[in-house]
């Protein structure tokens, strides 16, 4: 806030501040407050050697014994604005930029020095800084574009631009700008207040002069001397408007055109030229007189812009060789600001000259068509085509046909007259119509001209009828006398003309069946009746009926068809269900079909049977081999799995348990003897004893010296015992369950079936074992 009174900075004195409003309703009385100060003001940029003193505060309840203390805080304190804590006295630090701030607010307090108690309640005071002109104006844009029709007004309007100035506008005349130009003259003016850019000289040509490089600058200080500026440069492009018509480069044009040039082919180009832009530049062309109007036609090249003259027809130089027409051409967007310049279009005279070509000879048809009678002998003339050369020289002429139009060469022309004749008889059936092409050329030249001719064979009765459909019949056993069981039709290769007919007869030979008869309906068809009641199909199952077809040509022609009538099975309602013979020679009632499938399949069995017989016998085969085979260098692979500790068969389990048993004699069992030795007990029995292994094994040793059925080589001697009192001890783990082991196997109980065994051996502590140390391997 500001006070009321305006003092001096540093002198302190009293006064009343004014009331404020608060709330809607209230009004809230301030205190009396014993010291005051002024708003106080800093200049920017100081750049002097010592502190600026911003001001002095004081309070009136300093006596002046250095008790009290000012405390100074807010935006900038101690860094910006310092306070002597004694006198009061403000200093400001350093230099102030009022483009970055422009003013800061503080709060001022003094307080007991000793205690550090307020002695007055804080307040705000405000330090502006006081703006010096230190900004230069600067443009919004660098550079500016700007675009004005030609031909503008003095005055009109291009564009207007805008400087700013970062000083103060509200303290003196820092920020008061003045625009003023200083290129572009005279061509462009600029408002000094506003910025305007305005045009200054009437008629600017596009046409001459499209660009202008327009420097405007912008001053402050009122434009006066000592004041900054900054510039811009603006860019400003006249555009085009429809100030100019187009015009012909030439009065007269001269053209030519060869005679032999066909319809829509190009004779030449002109082109009037309009200097202005886009559809501005557009020209209309068309023709306006002339004798050659219905011979000639105009286009526009829509790239170019060009007038292109075109043969609307043939010209003939034999005919009429000069040509004269008129071409105008226009803008079809005037501007009418500028009617008043026109008239925008302009004409032209263009003169073609028709110049004389070698010209092919010209047939006097555009086409012929000619008719020859089918099966006409080689040489009959068919027609006569002819030509003329238009040249004033008039050449004979020559004709041929082209062997690409007539490959099989049916026809040849005489090249002398034109006269066309066939060179072999002519099938209507085979084909009717014959296009093929005559050229004319003149003798000693290249060119030619082509005419199609059209040549039509006429048909004659050569063709004997024939049936229109399948001749075979299907007739159910159980049809009736009289019942019509077909209704035949005939047709023929011949032009079939609307009182054609045909009529229908059996065979001499078969007339008087007694199975069928044929009855002719006079309309080209006839029927086929039944003269009897049942067929059998075990008696005969397919019959053949003759029948002759006439035509009523000149001369009348005739054939012999053969109807096949097939007996087929029926239900009740004489739908035809089969006409297989199969059902009725088969007993089973099977068809080809299943009977294949059923040996099929018998083989297939047999074919196993004989596979599985096969593997049996390989796999009987001894897997000893043959004695002049030295089983020591061969490796016998068992691909089998034991059975675990349930398989009892796979070893002796007696010997294992049982050491004083292995004594006993075991036969081999790897092969059949060829001589079977008296089965010889072994040493006395030594159960309750105690075995030496060295004994047991020198027992062993001599069993296999003295067996007769034992091969005559070494083998391998399985033994099933441990031994006993070893000084390596046992090597079995079943012997663990005898020791002081404090393992707990009950859990072996909760594994399955499969770990019973162990569960057994293992679970249980006080399980009666033998006192042994016989080990049994597993």
């Known amino acids: 806030h500001q006070s009321t009174e305006r003092l001096q900075q540093g002198h302190p004195s009293l006064h009343r501040h004014r009331e404020r409003a608060g709330k809607e309703g209230q009004v809230l009385h301030r205190s009396k407050r014993g010291w005051v100060w002024n708003q106080f003001f800093v200049i920017e940029e100081y750049t002097g050697p010592d ?12 006596s002046g014994k250095g008790r009290c203390k000012y405390i100074l805080s807010g935006e900038g304190a101690g860094t910006i604005f310092v306070i002597d804590d004694k006198t009061g006295n403000i200093h400001a630090t350093k230099t102030l930029d009022r483009e970055e701030q422009a003013q800061y607010t503080l709060t001022a307090q003094a307080v007991d020095r000793d205690t550090n108690k307020p002695l007055e ?90 660009e202008y490089d327009v420097v405007i600058q912008a001053k402050d200080m009122g434009g006066h001397m000592g004041g900054l500026s900054g510039t811009t440069e603006v860019k400003i492009t006249l555009t085009d408007v429809n100030d100019n018509p187009p015009k012909f480069p030439q009065s007269v044009y001269t053209m030519s055109v060869l005679e032999d040039k066909v319809s829509g082919e190009e004779v030449g180009r002109v082109k009037a030229k309009d200097p202005d832009q886009g559809e501005n530049g557009l020209v209309s062309y068309r023709l306006t007189e002339g004798d050659g109007l219905g011979v000639f036609e105009l286009t526009t090249d829509s790239q170019t812009r060009e007038a292109v003259i075109k ?63 089918e099966n006409a002998p080689a040489g009959t003339q068919v027609g006569r085509v002819h030509a003329k050369d238009t040249d004033v020289a008039n050449n004979p002429v020559r004709y041929m046909i082209p062997r690409y139009t007539d490959v099989e060469q049916f026809f040849s022309v005489n090249s002398e007259d034109g006269m066309i004749t066939t060179t072999r008889p002519l099938d209507r059936e085979a084909q009717a119509w014959h296009n093929i092409s005559v050229a004319a050329a003149e003798i000693g030249h290249h060119q030619d001209t082509k005419v199609r001719v059209n040549i039509r064979v006429k048909d004659v009765n050569d063709n004997a009828p024939e049936f229109a459909t399948n001749n075979e019949i299907l007739i159910a056993f159980s049809y009736n006398y009289q019942y019509v069981i077909e209704t035949v039709s005939a047709v023929d290769k011949d032009e079939m003309a609307h009182r054609q007919h045909f009529t229908f007869s059996l065979a001499p030979e078969i007339a008087h069946n007694h199975n069928f008869s044929l009855k002719d309906n006079r309309d080209s068809t006839a029927s086929v009746h039944v003269l009897r009641k049942g067929f059998s199909r075990l008696t005969q199952d397919v019959y053949f009926l003759p029948v002759e077809i006439s035509d009523n040509g000149l001369p009348s022609l005739s054939s012999t068809q053969t109807l096949t009538v097939r007996v087929c099975s029926c239900d009740s309602r004489d739908t035809i269900l089969s006409c297989n013979v199969e059902p009725y020679v088969l007993p089973a009632g099977l068809s080809t079909g299943a009977l294949i499938a059923i040996l099929a399949c018998i083989v297939i069995l047999l074919a196993i049977v004989v596979l599985f017989v096969a593997l049996r016998r390989q796999k009987k085969e001894p897997l000893i081999l043959f004695e002049e085979e030295d089983i020591r260098e061969n490796i016998i692979t068992y691909d089998d799995e034991g059975g675990g500790e349930e398989d009892t068969e796979a070893f002796d389990i007696a010997t294992l348990q049982n050491p004083d048993g292995a004594n006993s004699f075991l036969p081999r069992k790897d092969m059949k003897p060829e001589l079977q030795g008296a089965l010889r007990p072994g040493p006395g029995s030594t159960r309750g004893h105690s075995v030496d292994v060295d004994d047991f094994i020198k027992s062993r040793i001599a069993e296999a010296d003295s067996d007769p059925t034992a091969p005559p080589y070494d083998s391998i001697q399985i033994y099933g015992y441990e031994g006993r009192d070893s000084v390596a001890g046992s090597l079995s783990s079943l012997e663990s369950v005898t020791t002081e082991s404090d393992l707990d196997y009950d859990y072996l109980q909760s594994w399955g079936p499969r770990f019973k065994r162990l569960a057994d051996l293992y679970g249980t502590k006080d399980y009666p074992m033998n006192d042994t140390d016989d080990g049994e391997d597993s």
């Not at 600026?52 to 300093?62: E, F, I, K, Q, Y």
């Not at 003095?154 to 564009?159: F, I, L």
């Not at 408002?191 to 046409?207: F, H, K, V, W, Y």
């Not at 027409?325 to 005037?334: A, C, F, K, T, Y």
């Open 121 to 210: 309640p804080p307040s705000e005071f405000i330090v502006k800084v006081q703006d010096i002109n230190d900004n230069p104006p600067e443009f919004l844009h660098r550079p500016y574009f700007a675009r004005v029709p030609e031909m503008s007004n003095v005055g009109t309007s291009v564009m207007q631009v805008t400087a700013t100035d970062a000083d103060d506008p509200t303290y003196g005349n820092s920020a008061r700008l003045v625009y003023s130009i200083l290129q572009g003259q005279p061509y462009f003016s600029v408002e000094s207040q506003t910025g305007i850019i305005r045009t200054a000289l009437p008629n600017m040509d596009r046409e001459a002069r499209q």
């Open 311 to 373: 043969l609307k027809k043939m010209v003939d130089y034999e005919t009429k060789r000069t040509y004269m027409l008129r071409i105008e051409g226009s803008n079809p967007h005037v501007d009418p600001r500028f009617t008043a310049w026109g008239p925008y279009r302009d004409e032209a005279t263009v003169k073609i000259m028709v110049e004389d070509a070698d010209e092919p000879p010209v047939f006097v048809a555009p086409s012929y068509n000619f008719e020859v009678e």
């Open 51 to 62: 502190p600026v003193l911003v001001g002095r505060l004081h309070s009136d309840v300093d």
